[in-house]
Each structure stands twice: as structure tokens, then as C-alpha cells.
């Protein structure tokens, strides 16, 4: 009988690993969680906004760029590039990173995350001044910080001063924050404090409404950034949600029913009618519908090429982008 049990077991093991990805899975959403984890403490360290998950327009190349990370503070803007990665680390001449020892999902060798954020500021900079915004010199920087406690360096010597590594990452602190040279610099901080605030709110109101990705907020303090595709179930519960379109909604609360309503395999999802005429939805444009539990959100995640599907009983939120 054990012998069947254990066979069992292993039997619904391998499935799971087959056409679930599961791992897969696990590390798409830490990716996404260490770009949340650290936009959420920039944010209190430097009582800035964070702009999280963003795709600007690129005009040479046609397509958008991904940007993890857009601070912007009393003064100063900054690209930030999170690299989730573990393992030792060794720099190619042409700024490649090798790593060794990390999770086979993520690769060996890594293009320059310098270089790459550099790009990225300059695409950014470049949108802003389409949308109107000319920024002083020195008031757009980048830096690459890297959170993964797992993440060694090899010859630290060699490491830009663009890169802020785990150890670096963990002494900032609200109080001492020039324990890092170069990283707030408060370039603008000495021009007249009108066009300082006037810049600020501007590009709180440009990056506000700026493309970026869908992203669901899962149990257990998971993230994942990607594109809702659809919804799948029963056909009276798709057609409960068909007016969640993007065009039509900014985005969606799961909850689960009340002792006194439905059942319990049902869950209320309360979603926001989008208002292109002021940021955000007011409480009377929260519309409500009940469906299964068992309905699934089929989900693109960034930087894969596999559609996931989530029950809606491991949902919080969705955010739809415009």
C-alpha cells in the first residue's frame, strides 16, 4: 500500500513539473517581487514615488523599452535596473556579466546591465521631451542594484560604481543616505525651488500615465508583470466578466463572499471603470460581479514565452494598463 502511495506521489510530481512549470513559475514571480520589494523601499528611504513595471516608446527601433524602475524624488530622476541574480559573478572586457552557480532558468551570461540601464534613461529622456519635459543636465541618472543576497562578485574591483550590490543595498538607510556616493545626488536641489516643484509634478503627471505592464498581486506577497489575455471557465461566469476589457477597466479586487451571501466557491470581484479624465476611480465607479472560484485569469508574464493561468481564489488584484 505505501509502495502505491509513494508511486503516487512521484507519478503526480513529474506531472506537475511537466504542465505546470511550477519552478518556472516561482521564478518569474521573484523577478517581479524583488522589483516591487525594492521600489517600495526606495520609496520610504527617499520619500520619492516609484514608478514600477514601465514600457516607454522607443522611436528608432519602433517597439518600447522595459524599465523596471523609474524614482523620482525632489530634484532627481532615476532609471533603476533590478537584477534578481545569484551566483558568483565574474565581468567580461565587454561588461557582460558571467554568473555561476545561479538557477538554470536565468542562464549563464548576462548583456552589460550598465549599458542597458544607460540605454534605458536616455529612451526615457527622450519620451520626456516629446511629452514636453526638458530636463537639466545631471538631473536624470541610473543605477543597477542588484537585492539577491545570493549575488558574489568575484573581483569587486571591477564592479561600476553604477552597480549597487545586496551588501551596499542593505546599509541604505533614511538616515544616512549618501552612504552610497553618487546615488541621490540632489543635482537639481540648488535651482529656484518654483521650476524644481514645477518639473517634479510633471513628471509625477507624464510617468503616471506612461505605458507600462499589466501586473497581478498574488497570496503570499507574489507579483507578476505581464498581459492579461483572458478569462476561462464557466460560460455564465465569462460572460459575468465580460465587461472587464481594459479599454473599459483600470483594474479588479478579488474577494472572497460573506458568510451571509454566496456560496463559499465563489468569489466577488469588484472592478474600477477607467476615467481618462482624473487619475484614479471614484467609490461610485466600483462595479461588482460573482463568479466560481474555479475561473481562471490567463496571463502573460514578461520575459516569458508561456501563458499562465492563475485561479482567481490566488488573486488580490489586477492592474490593467491603458
Known amino acids: 500500500m505505501w509502495v502505491q502511495i509513494l508511486c503516487g506521489l512521484l507519478i503526480y510530481k513529474i506531472c506537475k513539473r511537466i504542465f505546470y512549470d511550477d519552478d518556472v513559475l516561482d521564478v518569474e514571480t521573484s523577478d517581479s517581487?524583488?522589483?516591487?520589494?525594492?521600489?517600495?523601499?526606495?520609496?520610504?528611504?527617499?520619500?520619492?514615488?516609484?514608478?514600477?513595471?514601465?514600457?516607454?516608446?522607443?522611436?528608432?527601433?519602433?517597439?518600447?523599452?522595459?524599465?523596471d524602475i523609474v524614482l523620482i524624488t525632489k530634484g532627481e530622476a532615476v532609471v533603476i535596473s533590478v537584477k534578481n541574480l545569484s551566483g558568483f559573478v565574474s565581468i567580461n572586457?565587454?561588461?557582460?556579466?558571467?554568473?555561476e552557480g545561479e538557477s538554470r532558468h536565468k542562464g549563464g551570461v548576462h548583456p552589460d546591465p550598465v549599458?542597458?540601464?544607460?540605454?534605458?534613461?536616455?529612451?526615457?529622456?527622450?519620451?520626456?521631451?516629446?511629452?514636453?519635459?526638458?530636463?537639466?543636465?545631471?538631473?536624470?541618472?541610473?543605477?543597477?542594484?542588484?537585492?539577491n543576497p545570493k549575488f558574489r562578485i568575484i573581483h569587486l574591483n571591477h564592479l561600476p560604481p553604477e552597480v549597487i550590490t545586496y551588501d551596499q543595498w542593505t546599509l541604505l538607510k533614511s538616515e544616512n543616505k549618501n552612504v552610497l556616493s553618487g546615488w541621490i545626488k540632489g543635482a537639481f536641489r540648488g535651482g529656484k525651488k518654483e521650476m524644481q516643484e514645477s518639473i517634479h509634478q510633471q513628471l509625477n503627471n507624464i510617468l503616471s500615465t506612461a505605458p507600462i505592464w499589466d501586473r497581478l498581486e498574488l497570496k503570499g506577497n507574489k507579483y507578476v508583470l505581464g498581459e492579461f489575455l483572458e478569462f476561462k471557465g464557466k460560460q455564465e461566469d465569462i460572460q459575468e466578466l465580460r465587461s472587464i476589457k481594459r479599454s473599459k477597466v483600470s483594474g479588479l479586487v478579488v474577494q472572497k463572499t460573506s458568510m451571509f451571501g454566496l456560496a463559499p466557491s465563489r468569489l466577488q470581484v469588484l472592478y474600477s471603470s477607467r476615467d481618462y479624465r482624473s487619475e484614479g476611480a471614484s467609490g461610485s465607479e466600483w462595479n461588482e460581479v460573482n463568479v466560481r472560484s474555479s475561473t481562471e485569469v490567463l496571463f502573460q508574464p514578461q520575459n516569458s514565452s508561456k501563458v499562465r493561468k492563475f485561479k482567481l481564489s490566488s488573486i488580490i488584484s489586477m492592474s490593467l494598463s491603458a
Open 33 to 67: 517581487n524583488a522589483i516591487f520589494s525594492v521600489a517600495s523601499r526606495l520609496e520610504k528611504l527617499y520619500r520619492g514615488k516609484a514608478y514600477v513595471g514601465l514600457r516607454i516608446p522607443d522611436p528608432d527601433t519602433g517597439s518600447r523599452q522595459n524599465i
Open 115 to 147: 549599458a542597458e540601464a544607460r540605454k534605458q534613461a536616455s529612451i526615457l529622456e527622450s519620451y520626456l521631451e516629446q511629452r514636453g519635459v526638458a530636463l537639466p543636465e545631471g538631473y536624470l541618472s541610473y543605477k543597477v542594484i542588484v537585492p
Open 93 to 99: 572586457g565587454d561588461g557582460s556579466w558571467v554568473c
